[in-house]
């Protein structure tokens, strides 16, 4: 018998997607530590997931750009399901007995720990922003078409970063912090993101244009 070979397919899709579950897996785990940083007589509160979290936006953008709602759909359920397996290998290891001369076992739980309510507030407030912002985009792109770029990019991050900002801030940190603090979380982490969006808008026109000129199929819709 001949060996056989299922062929792959020319696209960028894959790896468009594996740098989005990259990215999303990495903000998970840096959002577990909270920084504070004071801007003249105020003081900005932030988790370490928004210093990457925002590029998933940007790939999210450029999926369902490229690819319509369905694909864009299915890359972040992928993120989803790869983030709970995360979370159920890190709960795994933080139960399994240490060994007599580990000395990180703390340290181990304190940054990469399962606290079910983290985890639950990051899958609920993910899945729905980022399907909120696919959504957004593509129907935007189908009443108007090709043109405006930055108004569907823009658009579709405003409502789903509203959404995922304030899902995960309720459901992580309603009763454990004072309200004061979650409005900070909420507000800072808001408008970081969206400016974040903004600031890279000529990047993420770079990036679309490309995937579009090298993605065959799109060529062959156009």
């Known amino acids: 018998m001949s060996a056989r070979f299922a062929p792959v397919r020319r696209s960028h899709y894959d790896l468009i997607v594996v740098l989005f579950v990259s990215f999303l897996l990495l903000s998970n785990i840096a959002a577990t530590k909270l920084i504070e940083i004071d801007v003249l007589e105020w003081s900005l509160v932030f988790d ?5 979290f925002p590029l998933t936006y940007i790939l999210g953008d450029v999926i369902s750009e490229v690819y319509g709602f369905k694909p864009a759909r299915r890359a972040i359920l992928l993120g989803m399901a790869v983030s709970i397996l995360a979370s159920a290998v890190f709960y795994l290891v933080q ?28 899958v609920i407030a993910y899945a729905v922003g980022q399907l909120i912002n696919a959504w957004v985009l593509v129907k935007i792109k189908e009443r108007y078409g090709e043109g405006n770029l930055w ?27 004072p309200v004061g603090t979650i409005l900070n979380l909420m507000i800072v982490g808001y ?14 026109y770079r990036v679309v244009a490309l995937v579009k000129q090298n993605e065959p199929a799109y060529q062959e819709i156009a």
Do not use: H
């Open 48 to 52: 370490g997931g928004a210093i990457l």
């Open 95 to 122: 139960i399994a007995p240490p060994a007599a001369d580990y000395e990180n076992q703390a340290a181990f739980e304190a940054v990469l720990g399962f606290v079910p309510r983290i985890v639950a507030a990051s």
């Open 151 to 177: 108004v569907r990019l823009l658009g579709s991050t405003v409502a789903g970063t509203a959404a995922d900002t304030a899902i995960f801030c309720t459901v992580a940190w309603a009763g454990v912090m």
């Open 191 to 204: 408008v970081y993101k969206v400016a974040v969006e903004f600031v890279l808008l000529p990047l993420t």
